[in-house]
C-alpha cells in the first residue's frame, strides 16, 4: 500500500492468494457478439440480517450490498485480492502506531454531498459506540479510547475515541492502541465504509435506502422480495459498472433460484444448490465456476450454556469431531466442491500467510472409536442428544443430515444427532446473536480480508464480533494481540497458530471443510466471474 512503511505480513498473505485464488474471466457459449451496456443483470439473493449499516453487517447478504454501494479507504483485487487504495490517497505511518490518513479529492455519496475525512471519522465513532449495538463494534478495538465508548461492562464515558482527529476535510490520523503494523491492509471491510451525514439527520430515511459512494446506488427496495441497484453517476473509483444495474432477487428456496436460473428468469446464481452440483455443469451448457475460495465451514457450540462450558463438554466437542467423516461427506455430498478442514484458516492464505495443513491433527481426523471413548469419558452429550441448528432457506440440509448420520454411526445411537432447521437466515442469525442456541449451530467464515489475523481474532478473540460461541480464553486474546504488534512476518505467523493451537482442545467450533467458490449463470450475460471471497464481480457481468 503506498506511504505506509509496513506491509510485509499483508504483501506476504496476499502473494500466496494470488496463485491460490486468481479468478479467469468466463464467458458462456453461444454469444452473439456485443453487450448490452444498459442491459440489468438478475442475480440471486437472501434477506440480510441486519439493517444494512456498515458496522452492523457481518454477514454475506448484507455484506455483498453495502460491498456494492459503498467503498472504503482500501479496496481488494477482485482477481487476486491485493489491497489497494481506492478513497485513500495515502495511509503512512513512522511507527506502525500513529497513522495518518489522506483522501483523494472529488469522491463523492451518491446524494451528491462529499467524502470528506469526518464522513470516516464520524461513521467509526458511531460504529464503536456500543449504545448504537452495532455488531462490527470489536473492529474498533485497536483504535485509542476505544475502551471509553465501549467498556466491557457498563455505560461508555465518551461518545468518541480519542485516537481519531480530523486534522482538515481530506486528511485524519488515527492513534492506535498498540502498534498494528497491517492495519492498513484491513480498512477495506465493511465496518470502516464512510456515512454521509444525512445518516445521522434521518436514520430511518438511510435505512429505508442506504447511500454510499460506492459503483452502484439503491433505486428502490421491497425487503424480503427485491432489491434493484443502478450505476452510480458520482461513483470516482475504478471499477465502474459494465452493466445498466443489478436486481438482486430474494429466495428462500435454493432450489427455485437454480430453476430459474435454467429457465433463464435468473441471470446468476451464487446459491447453487448441492444436490445440483453433479448435473450443473451439463444443466447450464458449461456456464459454471467452481474457484477456491478464502472460506470455512464450521459447526459452533453455545459456550454460554453452563452444560456445554465444562471439562467433560471439552472432551464430548473432541469426540464429536472425530466421529465426523469429512472425506466421505465432501465427495458425495458437494462433489469435491469442499476439502476437509484441518484447521481453521483457509488454503488460499497459503502457509507463509498462516495456513496449516494438519495443525488440527487427530481432532480433526474421522476415528470412530476415538470419538466413542471420548463421549463416553466426557458424561455424553450435554442434553442427551446433539441437535444441529441450521437456517432452512439454505442448502445446509444434506450435510447437516450426512453429519448426524457419521456422528450417529460412530456413537452406535441412531439419535445421538439431528438437524435442527431454522426458517430464513435472518431468522436463524438472529438465534445465535441473542444467544438463544442450547446446542451445536452451524457457523462459516467468509474472510474480509486475506489475512490469518481475520481468520481468528473477530471469531474467537473474547470480544470478537463474530464470536458465535461466546468463547474467551485470556491466552489467546493474548497471543493475537501479541501477533497484531509484531512486524516481523514469520514471528507474526507463529503467534497466530500458537493461538490457534489452543482451538485444537477448547474446540470451541469444530473445523468441517474448506469450501470453494460456485456461481452458475445464464446464456443473458457473459464475464461472471467471482472474487476470492466468493462473492460475484457485479461490476464486470454484461448483458447480450
Avoid at 480519542?162 to 482538515?168: I, M
Wanted: glycine content about 8%; proline content about 5%; overall charge neutral.
Amino acid at each position: 500500500m503506498r506511504g505506509a512503511t509496513r506491509v510485509k505480513f499483508a504483501a506476504g498473505a496476499i502473494a500466496i492468494a494470488l496463485a491460490a485464488t486468481a479468478c479467469s474471466s468466463s464467458s458462456s457459449s453461444g454469444s452473439s457478439g456485443g453487450t448490452n451496456a444498459n442491459g440489468v443483470v438478475n442475480a440471486w439473493w437472501g434477506d440480510p440480517q441486519n439493517p444494512l449499516e456498515p458496522a452492523n453487517t457481518n454477514e454475506v447478504n448484507g455484506g455483498a450490498v453495502l460491498d456494492m454501494i459503498m467503498t472504503g479507504l482500501v479496496q481488494y483485487d477482485p482477481k487476486t485480492s491485493k489491497a489497494e487504495n481506492a478513497v485513500a490517497d495515502s495511509i503512512t505511518s513512522t511507527d506502525q502506531q500513529n497513522w495518518t490518513v489522506k483522501l483523494k479529492s472529488g469522491w463523492k455519496f451518491s446524494d451528491g454531498t462529499p467524502v470528506t475525512a469526518k464522513s470516516f471519522v464520524d461513521a467509526w465513532n458511531y460504529g464503536a459506540l456500543s449504545t448504537n449495538k452495532q455488531v462490527n463494534s470489536s473492529f474498533f478495538s485497536y483504535i485509542d479510547g476505544y475502551n471509553a465508548v465501549a467498556p466491557a461492562s457498563g455505560n461508555p464515558t465518551a461518545k468518541t475515541m480519542s485516537g481519531l482527529k480530523v486534522v482538515d476535510d481530506s486528511t485524519f490520523t488515527v492513534k492506535l492502541s498498540q502498534k498494528f503494523s497491517t492495519w492498513p491492509q484491513t480498512l477495506g471491510y465493511t465496518a470502516y465504509y464512510p456515512l454521509p451525514a444525512s445518516f445521522y439527520t434521518d436514520h430511518a430515511a438511510f435505512l429505508n435506502k442506504p447511500i454510499g459512494d460506492g459503483p452502484y446506488k439503491i433505486d428502490s427496495w421491497t425487503k424480503s422480495q427485491q432489491m434493484k441497484l443502478v450505476p452510480n453517476a458520482d461513483y470516482s473509483g475504478t471499477n465502474k459498472p459494465k452493466n445498466g444495474g443489478v436486481t438482486l432477487k430474494v429466495y428462500t428456496d435454493t432450489n427455485a433460484a437454480y430453476a430459474d436460473l435454467q429457465s433463464g428468469n435468473l441471470d446468476v446464481d451464487n446459491g447453487v444448490p448441492n444436490a445440483a452440483l453433479k448435473t450443473i455443469k451439463t444443466d447450464l451448457n458449461g456456464r459454471f465456476l467452481n474457484e477456491p475460495a478464502g472460506i470455512i465451514q464450521t459447526i459452533s457450540f453455545p459456550m454460554y450454556q453452563a452444560n456445554w462450558n465444562t471439562a467433560g463438554a471439552k472432551l464430548v466437542r473432541q469426540g464429536i469431531s472425530m466421529a465426523i467423516d469429512r472425506d466421505t461427506i465432501t465427495k458425495t455430498i458437494f462433489d469435491n466442491t469442499r476439502t476437509p478442514a484441518t484447521d481453521w484458516t483457509s488454503p488460499v492464505l497459503g502457509e507463509a500467510g498462516g495456513y496449516k495443513s494438519g495443525l488440527c491433527g487427530d481432532v480433526c481426523t474421522y476415528n470412530p472409536t476415538k470419538a466413542k471413548e471420548l463421549v463416553a469419558q466426557g458424561g455424553g452429550i450435554p442434553g442427551g442428544q446433539l441437535t444441529i441448528s441450521y437456517n432452512a432457506d439454505g442448502p445446509h440440509k444434506e450435510w447437516v443430515d450426512a453429519v448426524c448420520n457419521s456422528i450417529n454411526n460412530a456413537l452406535g445411537n441412531t439419535k445421538a444427532c439431528v438437524g435442527k432447521p431454522v426458517g430464513t437466515f435472518a431468522d436463524f442469525r438472529n438465534q445465535v446473536t441473542n444467544k438463544q442456541m442450547t446446542s451445536a449451530f452451524r457457523t462459516g467464515w467468509q474472510m474480509d480480508y486475506p489475512l490469518i489475523q481475520d481468520f481468528l481474532q473477530p471469531l474467537y478473540t473474547t470480544t470478537g464480533g463474530s464470536n458465535d460461541a461466546h468463547y474467551s480464553n485470556a491466552q489467546f486474546d493474548a497471543l493475537v494481540n501479541q501477533a497484531n504488534a509484531e512486524s516481523d512476518t514469520t514471528k507474526a505467523v507463529q503467534d497466530f497458530q500458537s493461538a490457534e493451537k489452543l482451538l485444537i482442545t477448547d474446540l470451541p467450533a469444530i473445523p468441517l471443510w474448506y469450501q470453494n467458490g460456485t456461481v452458475g449463470w445464464s446464456s443473458k450475460v457473459d464475464n461472471v466471474t467471482l472474487d476470492p471471497f466468493s462473492v460475484p464481480v457485479y461490476t464486470d457481468i454484461t448483458v447480450k
